[in-house]
Each structure stands twice: as structure tokens, then as C-alpha cells.
């Protein structure tokens, strides 16, 4: 099988899989077979005779794992596979967690808290300080919290950290309070949130090192998918299990790091031969997935960032056509240019709806794309809505199910207490929480021990609150005796939720009583597919609500499998692959966001975006941006993005008759954009961090004002419009500029004075009729 097993590789992957001497980092260029590379990495070791449970792959998401354990399955055979120790950070180290709990002081069965558990809890200790929540925004000191757990700053250390200090400035001292009382209340609930299934697996390994070495002794090779996208506390933890034997494999791609708002930290992969003295290091830089020249392109864009390691991407693919850049005069000219290319490569290509893409930047760009794509009856999708398991319907009964299996869980417990209505108000659950907060308690011990803990309240009331413990403690003693459907069915049916989902039929109720019953197929699934896989007698709502808890949308399908364009954020087509691709909104105050222009460090994870959107393209890559766009309830004028500047523009086919003429926002503009160019590297902030790695050195040294960069630019840098034209100067024939619709031709005039009108066919939006006196528009011609 060997020689077999590598004539299935080149060069470059043959000698990333067959290194297994020491630590190793494999930068994986996009479209060069990473997935490939790992699945045979395990395979090989496999081969040479480790155990499958010896092997600890860490991944980002359950669908990485799955898929990778299948294709190692039919290398190996499934027997094999199915012992791998794989999976993501979150859910390995979850089942580290369950069993070694009670050495950091928690139950086995703790509740998984998701970001809405998290914020809601925040919150409330936000509400019970007496702090004014809109200074302290529940969200955003969430956010602090969970950014400070991606650093392993803990409660007590937050206090006396610069974090404290920062937080002082911004007017926000509590929040090192507000981040202790967090910790305690997750502990008093027996629940941790997903930034502390890392935190508390390093606290575990740092403090019972003869544990560390257990899981260091089990583990005897380690391999980690998507390391650019690892944060702090990650890295860590690999470095934890890792530092003696120092038997790692590390796979990415420095110039797809994208995801700092998270905690990825791109240092992690950047620094990693220092951190592993002796590593090696390996680079696939073969794309099998684009044309040359989308390929090309991609270098030129990426060459311009410092802080790299050095790669040469190439593609033996055909040539194919350069990238397709199409400014507009607006975001509704934008999204019928995009309309139209759709229709015509769909026809040119006799390809699918599907193998189309628009990408933005943020989300709210899509309204523009939607209502074009609606009005051309193009079908498509919002890739990274709602998930199933985010729906209120969903959510309520998972509440349910978290409170019977872990009755301490004071998230769930506030949300189902009285859903269906049974009498237990605010003003009750309020006196409850106090109780509990009193006497230093959870909520459930203040219920089941009423004695113990007293509260205010009537004898009616109390009799209510001891019904809902009755109803709880029911299903709790079948939580071990029956499986999670016959369970959960019954929770549904008895708690009332089935009455109060099935008591309406508009369109509304329908849809979440589809969503109820698919799932209950879901749960049945779950039971019948753990039953038929011989995975035991897991069938149990605790092993349930485990899946559930670590779920991501990426995980799912999003959306139906029907043949339709895709509307995504960038950061979610990470990973994706597109025949034909769209970036759409290459303007300043977009893309590079302005959030993100005061750091050169920022800056260089913007231009990476870029990398990345356009490395999801196939064949085709279309560039678009607008000259103006409606803002803040006006219209803004925006200049192209530096990032256009940036790609070599030999490679760039710019369509200036998008917008009509040969400069298609007219003269004036370009030269005071030519006259005042911006200077890439001049205009941000020293980077606090220093740099990792060498400058690179591009083969071909690009001047980045240069002649060739002008043309580009005297096609797609804007002008303001004039406005209020006389009508006299207009006639049938007139070709005219509009600051909306772009360039037209007037084929009618009528009216008078005030109530002239002109019929206007453009070029990109079809036929128009406009009232002179408010038009904006200028005479070309």
C-alpha cells in the first residue's frame, strides 16, 4: 500500500507527510491539498504501526473532523479511524474536562453556556450592580470577558492587569468586578462557557501536572489543523501537551489569517520554529484550485504584506482570464453590473446558479445584491443565518433539557421557569434569584429547600414553583433509563410547549411548528444513527445536549442544497470555493475597513481578506466597487480601495465602460487622486509588536505609483456630480452621466418647466424616467 499511498501526492506533500522525526509546520497555500496532507499525515503514522488513540487531531469544526476521520477511513479502514482521537479545541477538550472535573472543582455534568447563555448572564450581574447597562454594554463586556479568557488572563489577574487599567480609561472600572462575579456565578451553576472549556483545560494541566503528563503520554502525536486561526490559549494548551516529546504537526496559512476579532493570533504560526527549536518546515505551494492568472493576481495583492513567511503560490491550471475589475456609479448600478454577469458567465459557462458567489465585507451590503437578485429573478441564499439550534423554539426546549440534566444550570432555569406561562412571574423569579445570591446558593437549591432558604412569597405561589420542581425531578430520574427521544418527546408534550407551538396557524406558528417537529427526527436520529454505529448506550439527553452545545453554523448546511447564488461575508467563505466569485464594495470606507487603517498590523489582516476572497474563485474573479452609495440616510461619495492598487495591474482588466467613457468618474477627480496619492506604508501607527519574520522580497520589486498603477486609477477614481442641469441644454440623443445610474442615453423629452421629464435608456439599469428638476446628473455628450 505505501507506494500506492504516495504516488497519490507530490512532491512538497510527500515530504510534509513522511517527516516524523520532530515538530514540523506545513504552510499550505490556498487551493494546495492541506486536508489531503493531514488526512495521509494520520494515515502514515497509522502505517507505521502508532494506535489510533495515540493520534489527537485538532480541528476548527465538527464537519473538518468528520470529514477528514472519512477519507482516513478509506485509506486505512474505518475500523482504524473511528479510535482516531479527533476533533475540534472545544469538544476534545470537553471530554478532557468531563472526566478529570473534579480536580478544578466542577460536577462531570456541567452545562455548556453558548454566547447567548453567556450574555444573558452578564446582563443580569450587569442589572444587580446597579451599573447603567449603557456604559456597560452586556455585549461588549461579554466580549472583554471572553477576549481576556483567549489570553489566559484570569478574574483575579484581570484586576492587576493593564486590561483593568484600559478599562479604567474608558470609563469602565467594574468590569474586573463584573468578571469575577461572572466566574463565581458560572461555578455556583456548574457550567462553563466556551472560552473556559480552554481556560480551564490549561488551569487543569498547569496545576496537576502528574494529569498533564497523563493526556502527554497518551497522546503521542499531535496535529493541528488551521493553526493561523489559533489563539493564545490554544497554543498553550498544544504547547502543554507537546513541549517534551515535541512530536507536532502544525497545518495553515499565514496569509489567511482573518480571524484576530475571535483571538486568532497570527503570531501563533508566524513564531512557531521559534517556540519548537529544530522544526521544520514545509510549504505546499501548489493551487489546484484557480486559474494561473487568479493565482498571479493573489501574489501580487498578498506580496505587499511584511509580516509573512515567504511562499511562491502557482497554479498548472489553464491561464485563464485575468481579474475583472467593474467600478459603478453606485451600489444599485454595482449590484445590476454583478445581475448581469451572473446571467451572461451562467450562459457563457452552462453552469449553475450555485457556482456563483457574491462577497462583501460586512453584512449589511447584501440589501442591494438581494433586491437585484429578486428583481432578475435569480435565485440565491444568505450563507451564515439564523442556525436551527438559535431559533426561540429550539432554544426553549434545549433549556429544558440543560435544566433536567444539570438542575444547578441558572441560565436555563430563568428562561423555562415560566415558558409556558404557569403563574411564576418576574417579580417571583426575582425574589428567587435574591434568595440565591443571599445565602450564596443556586437557584434550584433555593426551590428544593424552601425551608433552608425563605422566600416572600404566597402559599399559591409557592405551590407553583414546587408543581414546576415536581415536573423537573420527574424527568430527572429517567435521565439514565431513557433514551434522549422517548425523553425528550415526552418533555415536549408534558411541559406544554407542543400545546403552545401548535395553538396558532399563521405563517409564523407553521414555521416553528416545522421547526419542532424536525427536531424531534432530530433527536430520533440521533438515538437510531449512536444505536446502529455501535456507539454504545450514548443515547441519553446529556450526550444530546453535548452535540448540541458544540454545534457552529459553519457546521451546518445553512440553507437548503438547491441550486442558488451565495451571499456571504468574506469571513465566512474562509475554506469555500466558487467557480465564479464576486468582491463586491472595494471602496476605502468598506474594505479596508476604517476600523482598521490606524495599524499597519490591522491593516496587513485586511489586505489578507482580500487574499482570501479572491482565492475562492475558481475561473472567474470580478472585482466591483461604486462611486457612491446610500449612507447614514444620505448619499456618501468613496474612492476605490488601496487594495486595488496593490494587485500588479498587468494582471487587472479594469472595465471602465461600466460607468461609460474612458475615465469613467470623469477627470477632475483622478487628478487630485493621483495628485495626492495614499501612501500605503507612511499613514499608520508604528506596530507595537515586533516583527517575526524577515521583510519579504518580492521577485519582481512593484512601484506601487507608478505608471501603470495611474491608468488604473484615471479609470475608477470618482468625482462629485454636478446637479441641476439646465433643461434647456438637454435633447433627444443627449448622453449623460447620473450619479446613480451611471451613463444613459436620453431617447425623450416632455413636459414643461417644472414637469420636464426625460426618458433615459442606461447602460447598466435599464430604461429610466426622470423628473430635470431634481435629476442629478452632468451632459457628456
Known amino acids: 500500500m505505501n507506494n500506492e499511498f504516495l504516488k497519490q501526492l507530490n512532491e512538497s506533500q510527500q515530504e510534509a507527510v513522511l517527516y516524523n522525526d520532530g515538530a514540523s ?87 455548556i453556556y453558548d454566547q447567548t447563555d453567556a450574555r444573558s448572564l452578564v446582563k443580569a450581574i450587569i442589572k444587580e450592580m446597579g451599573l447603567d447597562d449603557k456604559v456597560y454594554k452586556p455585549s461588549s463586556v461579554a466580549d472583554r470577558i471572553s477576549m481576556a479568557k483567549n489570553h489566559l488572563i484570569l478574574p483575579q489577574a484581570y484586576a492587576q492587569s493593564a486590561w483593568a487599567s484600559d478599562d479604567a480609561q474608558q470609563k469602565r472600572p467594574q468590569v474586573s468586578h463584573i468578571y469575577i462575579r461572572y466566574a463565581e456565578r458560572c461555578r455556583q451553576a456548574n457550567a462553563m462557557d466556551f472560552d473556559d472549556l480552554l481556560v480551564q483545560t490549561w488551569v487543569l494541566f498547569q496545576n496537576h501536572e502528574d494529569i498533564r503528563r497523563k493526556y502527554v503520554d497518551k497522546f503521542h502525536f499531535v496535529l493541528v489543523d488551521e493553526y493561523q486561526d489559533t489563539n ?33 493570533n497570527i503570531d501563533n504560526i508566524l513564531n512557531f520554529r521559534s517556540q519548537y527549536e529544530g522544526a521544520r518546515l514545509f ?130 432555569f430563568k428562561r423555562i421557569i415560566n415558558y409556558p406561562a404557569r403563574g411564576i412571574g418576574d417579580t417571583t423569579v426575582g425574589k428567587i434569584v435574591q434568595t440565591a445570591q443571599a445565602y450564596g446558593v443556586s437557584l434550584w437549591q433555593v426551590i428544593t429547600e424552601p425551608i433552608l432558604f425563605p422566600m416572600d412569597v404566597s402559599k399559591a405561589t409557592m405551590t407553583k414553583i414546587q408543581a414546576f420542581r415536581g415536573l423537573i425531578e420527574s424527568w430527572v430520574s429517567r435521565l439514565n433509563t431513557e433514551d434522549v427521544y422517548t425523553l425528550g418527546h415526552d418533555i415536549i408534550m408534558t411541559s406544554g410547549i407542543s400545546k403552545d407551538i401548535y395553538s396558532g396557524r399563521n405563517p409564523e406558528d407553521i414555521s416553528r411548528q416545522e421547526n419542532l417537529e424536525e427536531f424531534l427526527s432530530g433527536l430520533q436520529d440521533f438515538v437510531e444513527s449512536r444505536r446502529e454505529e455501535d456507539m454504545g448506550d450514548q443515547v441519553y439527553l446529556p450526550d444530546f445536549l453535548q452535540e448540541v452545545a458544540l454545534l457552529t453554523d459553519l457546521d451546518s448546511d445553512n440553507g437548503d442544497e438547491n441550486d442558488k447564488v451565495t451571499l456571504m461575508t468574506i469571513h465566512s467563505a474562509k475554506g469555500l470555493e466558487f467557480p465564479t466569485v464576486f468582491v463586491v464594495g472595494l471602496e476605502e470606507n468598506i474594505f479596508p475597513s476604517p476600523m482598521c487603517t490606524n495599524s499597519m498590523r490591522e491593516l496587513e489582516e485586511e489586505r489578507r481578506l482580500l487574499y482570501v476572497a479572491i482565492t475562492r474563485a475558481e475561473k472567474h474573479c470580478v472585482l466591483t466597487c461604486a462611486q457612491n452609495r446610500f449612507r447614514y440616510g444620505r448619499m456618501e461619495y468613496d474612492t476605490p480601495s488601496r487594495f486595488i492598487r496593490d494587485i500588479d495591474p498587468e494582471l487587472l482588466d479594469v472595465h471602465s465602460e461600466a460607468g461609460g467613457g474612458t475615465s469613467i468618474f470623469g477627470g477632475s477627480r483622478s487628478a487630485s487622486w493621483m495628485q495626492n496619492p495614499r501612501p500605503v506604508a507612511t499613514q499608520f501607527k508604528a506596530d507595537p509588536k515586533p516583527r517575526a519574520v524577515a521583510p519579504r522580497q518580492p521577485e519582481k520589486p512593484v512601484d506601487p505609483f507608478g505608471p501603470q498603477f495611474k491608468r488604473v486609477y484615471n ?64 451632459i457628456i455628450g
Open 715 to 778: 479609470a475608477v477614481a470618482p468625482r462629485p456630480m454636478a446637479s441641476d442641469p439646465s433643461a434647456g441644454d438637454l435633447r433627444e440623443g443627449s448622453t449623460i452621466e447620473h450619479q446613480r445610474f451611471g451613463v444613459g442615453t436620453v431617447i425623450k423629452i416632455e413636459g414643461t418647466g417644472e414637469n420636464t421629464k426625460a426618458t433615459v435608456q442606461f447602460r447598466n439599469v435599464g430604461t429610466k424616467q426622470l423628473l430635470l428638476k431634481f435629476a442629478k446628473f452632468k
Open 232 to 264: 493564545f490559549a490554544q497554543q498553550s494548551i498544544v504547547y502543554q501537551l507537546t513541549k517534551e516529546r515535541q512530536m507536532v504537526c502544525v497545518v495553515g496559512d499565514d496569509a489567511q489569517s482573518i480571524y484576530s476579532f475571535r483571538g486568532a
Open 283 to 412: 510549504k505546499l505551494e501548489q493551487n489546484y484550485r484557480s486559474t494561473q492568472l487568479i493565482v498571479q493576481a493573489a501574489n501580487s495583492l498578498i506580496r505587499r504584506n511584511e509580516r509573512q513567511i515567504p511562499k511562491n503560490v502557482y497554479s498548472k491550471n489553464e491561464h485563464g482570464e485575468k481579474l475583472q475589475l467593474k467600478p459603478a456609479y453606485s451600489d444599485k448600478e454595482e449590484a445590476m453590473i454583478v445581475a448581469q454577469d451572473i446571467k451572461r458567465l451562467k450562459r457563457q459557462d452552462h453552469c449553475n446558479w450555485s457556482d456563483f458567489a457574491i462577497l462583501y465585507r460586512t453584512n449589511s451590503q447584501s440589501r442591494s445584491f438581494e433586491e437585484q437578485l429578486r428583481k432578475d429573478n435569480i435565485p440565491y441564499r444568505i450563507y451564515g443565518g439564523l442556525s436551527f439550534y438559535q431559533r426561540k423554539e429550539i432554544k426553549d426546549v434545549i433549556a429544558y433539557f440543560r435544566l433536567i440534566a444539570n438542575p444547578y444550570d441558572e441560565e436555563a
Open 25 to 111: 509546520l506545513v504552510i499550505a497555500g490556498a487551493g494546495s491539498g492541506k486536508t489531503r496532507v493531514l488526512t495521509y499525515k494520520i494515515a502514515w503514522l497509522l502505517e507505521q504501526g502508532m494506535r489510533p488513540w495515540q493520534i489527537l487531531a485538532l480541528t476548527f469544526t465538527n464537519k473538518a473532523a468528520r470529514e477528514m476521520k472519512e477519507r482516513i477511513g478509506r485509506l486505512v479502514g474505518e475500523e482504524q479511524a473511528r479510535y482516531l482521537q479527533m476533533g475540534t479545541f472545544h469538544s476534545v477538550f470537553a471530554r478532557i474536562l468531563r472526566a478529570e472535573a473534579e480536580h478544578i472543582g466542577y460536577n462531570s455534568n456541567f452545562t
